[in-house]
């Protein structure tokens, strides 16, 4: 069965600090990784990784996937009130066209 | 641009009543797909349209579940005979092609079953 695992489950941090939330995979034909960002509303894209060891990024958002070790990581830097959020990680398996998501990490930004 | 749009954004329906959530996808986006998500939890898949044509319906829980896109853009997912363990948040979201893995999100309706 397909298994997507987010850790920690939450973080508190304040302002200023960096932080990295992980995202481990159990997928059958893996294709790509996507993290989404999800306010009290629509999950909202940040970034889809399909090649191992290539960084993507955007401002204070970067992520890294590692298909050997079947992991993915987000970072963020300088954090501000505003990354206070539930982050979630999604993997496209198989043959399917639907995502399979984890459970996500709830980050708090405390000023 | 208008990005996904669902409607109603929040639902309370009795136990045993139907309830028709609707969802409009981005315009030209060919895939849309349901999710259901429970509090504290991710988004799970619940079924796939491409074009009108329903191509993967294997996460609807039980057949009190039923969608449908009959002119391959708006959408709509029926639950008849609602029961506690439906309330959730419904997830909507489209893509611009069946081959695009990019899928964008429309906000939301959360049912609660009373």
């Known amino acids: 069965e397909d298994k997507v695992v987010q850790s920690p489950l939450s973080l508190v941090v304040h302002e200023g600090d960096t932080v990295t939330l992980n995202c481990s995979y159990e997928?059958?034909?893996?294709?790509?990784l996507l993290w989404y960002k999800q306010e009290k509303k629509a999950p909202t894209f940040l970034f889809m990784l399909?090649?191992?060891?290539i960084e993507k990024k955007s401002g204070r958002l970067s992520s890294i996937l590692d298909k050997k070790e079947l992991f993915s990581i987000l970072n963020i830097t300088a954090t501000q009130t505003g990354d206070s959020a539930v982050y979630l990680c999604a993997v496209f398996p198989g043959s399917a066209r639907q995502l399979t998501f984890g459970s996500g990490t709830q980050l708090t930004v405390l000023p | 641009g208008a990005g996904v749009s669902q409607s109603p954004r929040y639902k309370v329906a009795k136990r045993g009543q139907d309830v028709a959530l609707r969802c409009d996808p981005i315009?030209?986006?060919?895939?849309l797909f349901w999710y259901q998500q429970a509090l504290g939890q991710g988004p799970e898949f619940l079924t796939y349209f491409q074009n009108e044509a329903q191509l993967d319906k294997s996460g609807l829980p039980s057949d009190r579940f039923f969608a449908e896109r009959p002119e391959g853009s708006v959408s709509t997912l029926k639950i008849q005979r609602t029961q506690q363990e439906d309330s959730a948040v419904y997830l909507c979201?489209?893509?611009?092609?069946?081959?695009?893995?990019?899928?964008?999100f429309g906000p939301g309706t959360r049912l609660t079953v009373t």
């Open positions: 399909t090649s191992s060891g």
């Open positions: 315009s030209g986006h060919v895939s």
């Open positions: 997928v059958t034909n893996f294709r790509s």
């Open positions: 979201a489209s893509s611009l092609t069946r081959t695009h893995y990019e899928q964008y």
